[in-house]
């Protein structure tokens, strides 16, 4: 998540309940597991899942008490890399970001056939 603005999310996570283990913000209805705050008691929860092959964190998240909150901020800090193409599209984005002017590009599929003149 290279566009997280971490001071944003640790003022979001200042209020930590105390009855839970976790935090976990939710960006216009997705939960962001991957930027939630975690108390150091989960880390045996996490242990277990791994070494029980369990790979899916939302699976994780049931073994232990955990609140969501929306996310003020832009859903577009939970931008994950993921793949090669994700990867290309951080880049123009970290380009556009030092530019005064960003670049904007527009396309189509097919262009419109002319219109003979009236």
Not at 55 to 81: D, M, T
Request: with cysteine; net charge positive.
């Amino acid at each position: 998540m290279p566009f997280l603005d971490l001071e944003e999310l640790c003022r979001f996570g200042a209020t930590l309940p105390t009855s839970e283990l976790a935090l976990l913000p939710v960006a216009k209805g997705r939960l962001q597991p991957l930027a939630a705050f975690y108390h150091q008691k989960t880390a045996t929860c996490f242990q277990r899942a791994l070494h029980g092959d369990v790979r899916k964190i939302r699976q994780v998240l049931e073994s232990f008490p955990c609140s969501q909150r929306e996310y003020a901020g832009s859903p577009s800090h939970f931008f994950n890399i993921n793949t090669p193409a994700d990867w290309r599209l951080a880049q123009g984005r970290f380009a556009n970001l030092k530019r005064k002017v960003p670049v904007i590009a527009i396309t189509a599929p097919a262009s419109a056939p002319a219109r003979p003149p009236s």
